[in-house]
Structure formats: C-alpha cells, structure tokens
C-alpha cells in the first residue's frame, strides 16, 4: 500500500484556486460524494473530500466502483459557480478534461491518443496491448435554484466525484479486462504515482474549466471556441452503441447544449443526454 498521502504538498500546490484551504483528507469512508452532498445540505458551497478507500463509492446508475485501500485516488468537490442548471449539465464533459490534462502532465501520456473520454465521464487509458480501458470516471450530483419568473434556473451546487486507479497493479477477475490504472500502463511500473501531484493537478485545472464556464455564461470569454475533438475520439465519426436508447449510430458532434448527437442507423438522429456509450 503507498505511504500515506500528504495534504500539504496538495495544499502549497492548489492555492489561488477555489479549492485553498478546504480540502478534507480521511483514510477511509462511506463515500466522498455522501460527505460533499452532506455539507452541501448542511448550506456550505465549496470543499474537497479525498479519501484512500470508498466502502460505498458509486458510478453512474446503480454502477459500484471498486476501490482498493490506497492505490486509488478518491475525490469529491463541491461547487457553486453562478451558472444555469442547463449549463451545468456539461459538467460531467468539463471534468473529464481537466482530469484528462491532469494525467498527461503527471504521467506523460498523450491526450487522447493514449488517454481519451468516452463522452462524457469516462476516463480509458489505451494500454501497452493495444486495447483501451478505463482508468477513471466522474459522477455528477447537483441542485437548482427556483426559476425566477425571468432567467434560466440556476445552479445551486454540484458534487463531482472522480476515481482514478492510479497504483492498482491488479483488479477482480471480473475487472481485468475492462479496467487499468495509470501505474500499469506506464514505460516503468516500479515505482508508485505520487497521487498528490495527480490530486493537484486535476484542482488546478478543474478551477481553470470552471473559471471558463462562468467567462462563457457571462459572456466575458474573448477566445475561440475549443475543438473538442482534441480531447475525445467518441464525439465525431465513432460507431457506438447507446446503451440507454438501444440504438447503434455514428457520433456526430456536440449540440449547443453539449449533448451529444448520433446519426442512429435507424435512420433517425438522436441526441444523447447522458452516458452510456460502448463500442459496439
């Protein structure tokens, strides 16, 4: 099991961010995102739960997430920029691309080429054999503000809970073949990652994403348009199936809203609200 992990080290390296001073480390929990959820309830509107090991953690839908004692990095964070509800929807696509960025910098492995997004909350890591897997995955939890009779819903807060196998060196039976972590696919394996430089990483540039949604939403953002395609191969010119809708496609970029299009072999074109995606 690595050593234990060294909040100050993540503390000296996040501040200027949001994040300074609110992060709460413990060995072992339940769930980040119950204790982000509990003390969002309790009125606060940011913070950071890291833990070791998750005895409860969870995916999307009724997924588990398997979660060995210190080799994972488990992390919540609450949030509540002054964005709409519907804006916030892309919170899921915004995170994994801070944590996308996060990895290359730690481990030096190329976005997208070798670590993607299937859109829009899945980490995969394209191993030393050939094949992708999935090293990570972000869970989203928010609530809305009441409409006001003019203007959009606004967000509340929301809860972004992400795992990341960092030093698994091996997983269940059932796991093996559709899941690595970083330290596997490494050129040298030997030695653990450092998960604080990793937790670090993904607060700055998280901060940095969350900073340009409200530039976005406020209309102050003066740069071009990102191409998304940079970061994920599955949100143009992919063959999926989607798992909610039953239906087999080709993907064919992303709406106004940041949901994702899919020219169905049905014949139809279908925009997909969530996850769920697969090679077929």
């Known amino acids: 099991m690595p050593s234990s992990f060294h909040l100050n080290a993540v503390e000296h390296a996040i501040a200027g961010t949001e994040f300074a001073g609110s992060v709460v480390y413990l060995p072992t929990v339940a769930s980040t995102n119950d204790l982000a959820l509990a003390a969002a309830q309790a009125g606060a509107r940011h913070g950071v739960w890291i833990a070791d090991e998750q005895t409860a953690g969870r995916g999307r839908g009724s997924h588990a997430w398997h979660s060995a004692a210190g080799d994972g990095l488990y992390m919540s964070a609450l949030i509540s920029p002054p964005i709409p509800i519907l804006s916030a929807l892309r919170l899921s696509f915004t995170t994994a691309i801070a944590v996308q960025s996060a990895i290359a910098s730690v481990t030096g492995f190329r976005v997208r080429d070798q670590i993607d997004i299937r859109w829009p909350n899945d980490l995969l890591l394209a191993g030393r054999n050939g094949s992708a897997r999935k090293c990570g995955g972000i869970l989203i939890e928010t609530s809305a503000q009441p409409a006001p009779p003019s203007g959009p819903a606004m967000l509340r807060y929301a809860v972004v809970g992400i795992g ?9 039976p059932e796991l093996d073949a559709i899941a690595t972590s970083l330290r596997r696919e490494l050129p040298d394996p030997t030695g653990p990652l450092p998960r604080e430089l990793l937790t670090a990483a993904i607060l700055v540039g998280f901060d940095e994403e969350i900073r340009l949604m409200i530039r976005n939403w406020r ?12 970061f994920s191969s599955w949100i143009s010119g992919k063959r999926v199936r989607v798992e909610a809708g039953g239906y087999t496609g080709v993907t064919d970029g992303l709406d106004g809203d940041g949901f994702l299009r899919v020219a169905g072999e049905d014949g139809q074109r279908h925009t997909v609200l969530s996850g769920g995606l697969r090679e077929p």
């Open 164 to 172: 990341i196998n960092c030093n698994h060196l091996s997983f269940p």
């Open 219 to 230: 209309g102050t953002n003066n740069c071009p348009d990102r191409d998304l395609t940079q």
